[in-house]
């Protein structure tokens, strides 16, 4: 996969499609082309996270209401963005412009050195097709000084595993979430 740095197109990449037409058979891989365009988070954005945020809570089993967004523990990963250490990053296809998926880091804690917190996520039909990790490389790229993060996540949570695969490592773990840390 053709990674290019923010915004730039990531130019014919090829994503492979595991199709199954029931739970014994799977059809042979199908390619599919997707282009699409990571660019920086502004200010104007919020309303981009909110849904993100939103897609972020799919799972497998589904979604929950929509206006779960909108409560505190999980507002405040958007609620005012564009504060001066808010940062991150979205993909957009370029075709269609649809969202994508986006990743961003943010303050949420009051306490002293607290880490960041890390909010993702990606379409829930898009995901294990490497737009996650094109993401998540730009943000480490850029802010290669943001060696902890915390991600209010189960460690059971298939993302903790893309994290990682870019070097972070559970360092504590808590009742719903785990704090990562990434040697610089």
């Known amino acids: 996969m053709l990674l290019l740095f923010a915004e730039s197109v990531v130019s014919q990449n090829t994503l492979v499609i595991l199709q199954v037409i029931d739970r014994f058979m799977?059809?042979?891989l199908t390619s599919v082309t997707m282009d699409y365009v990571i660019r920086r988070l502004t200010a104007a954005d919020e309303p981009i996270l909110w849904e993100m945020l939103y897609q972020a809570l799919h799972t497998s089993e589904g979604g929950p209401p929509?206006?779960?967004?909108?409560?505190?523990?999980?507002?405040?990963?958007?609620?005012?963005?564009?504060?001066?250490?808010?940062?991150?990053?979205?993909?957009?296809?370029?075709?269609?412009?649809?969202l994508l998926g986006a990743v961003w880091i943010r303050q949420v804690s009051d306490q002293p050195n607290a880490p960041p917190d890390l909010a993702f996520g990606v379409?829930?039909?898009l995901r294990r097709l490497g737009i996650g990790a094109a993401l998540l490389t730009?943000?480490?790229?850029?802010?290669?000084?943001?060696?902890?993060?915390?991600?209010?996540a189960s460690a059971k949570n298939?993302?903790?595993?893309?994290?990682?695969?870019f070097g972070f490592k559970i360092v504590n773990q808590g009742e719903g979430s785990v704090i990562m840390r990434r040697q610089v």
């Open 26 to 28: 799977a059809k042979p």
């Open 66 to 98: 929509r206006e779960v967004v909108r409560r505190p523990e999980f507002a405040r990963y958007v609620e005012g963005w564009g504060h001066p250490n808010d940062a991150g990053f979205v993909a957009h296809d370029t075709g269609n412009g649809q």
């Open 123 to 125: 379409k829930p039909g």
């Open 138 to 152: 730009q943000l480490v790229k850029a802010y290669p000084e943001q060696s902890t993060i915390s991600i209010r």
């Open 158 to 165: 298939p993302a903790v595993r893309l994290y990682e695969r």
